[in-house]
Every structure is written in C-alpha cells, then in structure tokens.
C-alpha cells in the first residue's frame, strides 16, 4: 500500500542550489544518498519513501530540479509511477536503478521522458557527478549502457582515439574539467576536443552527440 509518511528535510545547501527528490521505500537508503549529495554546497535535498509521498513533497513544495526514484518502487507498476512523477515534476525524473540494470528498461524510460537512470552501484563520486550532470538538464544513462560494440562504424572511424575517449566520458556524464582529469588534458583542449566530436557526428551539443553515439555505438 502507497501510504504517505513524513520526509524530514535533509541538509541545506550552503549557497544556490539544486534542489533534488530521493525515493526509496527504504528511508533509510534514500537519506543516505541524500546526505552524499547534500555534503555538496551546490544541492540541497529530500527524501520520501513512497510515490504518494513524493507526489505531495512536489505539490507542496513545487517542482525540483531533479527527482530520483528507486526503479523497483511499489507502486511504480512498471514506468506508470514514472509517468505519474513526469506530469507532477515535469521532464526532471531520473530512475534510481539496481545491480543488472538491463539496456531495455534504460531506452524505455527515455523513451517515456526520464531524464537518465543512474546506478545505485556507482561509487560517490561517480553518483555525485552523475546527478549534477542531470541537475544541469543533460541526459545520463551508465556507461557499461552505452559502452556497446564499434566495430563497422564509418563515424567511428572518423573519430580520433583522443576524441573516441573524450566521447566515452561525455556519455558518462562528465563534465570538461573531470574528463581533462582523467585525459591529463587542459579544460580548453577537451572543450576543442568534444566541439570536433559534435560536429563529426552532425551534433548540436554533448547531450546530442552522447544520443547519437549511444544509438550507434560508438561509445
């Protein structure tokens, strides 16, 4: 039964913020994740532990800037609670999902309208980075998702190595200053970097372009 019970604010932000949703029927898994995010300056955060208490959080406290809810929620029926949290939230809903998330269930949730579907198995930082990434209206899917053969792609072969590896980590959710991190690349470098890879793919931004490279599999 999807019966309400009462969410305690999580921690404030310290300064301008995003403001987020964690569902989980497990309270106490959504507000652990929810305090991950709130250590952050930049988010500030709630926790419900049913669809209905989240659609009234929503109504009473007006649209997040991002909603997560656990995939396997009662009362979600299948993508129905997703729907339900998209008419209530507007486009800002991503799928909190388990271990063994199949590719599916990833394509069908955009295809309804989710925002992305993060893994519940990511590791701090790859969770924290992955929700900014959405609060910042981009669209994440995992990458072991996206990661699918290229062999046969003429776009593929096209690319450089250095832009290939560049369009690997846009589709995960990285914003330039991370990817130049891991790529040993100056900000300015990968910004070049992922404006070659949008227009070799015909691209009108990142979040294009990561569309584009999960429907072909170049990433």
């Not at 029926?77 to 949290?85: A, I, T, V, Y």
């Not at 486009?91 to 999902?97: D, G």
């Not at 590896?165 to 990968?190: H, P, S």
């Not at 890879?197 to 979040?207: D, I, P, Y």
Request: hydrophobic share 45%.
């Amino acid at each position: 039964m999807d019966e309400p019970s009462a969410a305690p604010r999580l921690l404030p932000a310290r300064g301008p913020a995003s403001s987020i949703l964690l569902i989980d029927e497990h309270l106490l898994v959504a507000e652990t994740l929810g305090n991950v995010l709130a250590s952050e300056s930049d988010m500030a955060v709630d926790a419900a532990c049913s669809l209905t208490e989240a659609i009234e959080l929503i109504s009473a406290r007006g649209r997040y800037t991002l909603v997560l809810v656990d995939a396997g929620l009662p009362g979600m029926d299948g993508l129905e609670g997703l729907e339900r949290l998209l008419q209530a939230n507007g486009r800002h809903v991503a799928l909190l999902a388990p271990r063994g998330i199949f590719r599916p269930l990833v394509e069908r949730a955009i295809d309804a309208g989710a925002c992305g579907v993060v893994p519940k198995t990511l590791n701090v930082r790859s969770f924290v980075n992955a929700v900014r990434f959405l609060c910042s209206g981009e669209v994440y899917v995992p990458p072991d998702i996206v990661r699918v053969a290229r062999g046969g792609s003429a776009t593929a072969g096209r690319l450089k190595p250095v832009e290939q590896n560049v369009l690997t980590f846009v589709c995960a959710g990285m914003q330039n200053k991370e990817i130049g991190r891991e790529l040993n690349l100056n900000e300015a470098t990968v910004k070049m970097h992922v404006k070659s890879v949008c227009a070799k793919l015909g691209a009108k931004n990142r979040t294009h372009a990561a569309m584009i490279a999960r429907r072909d599999g170049l990433a």
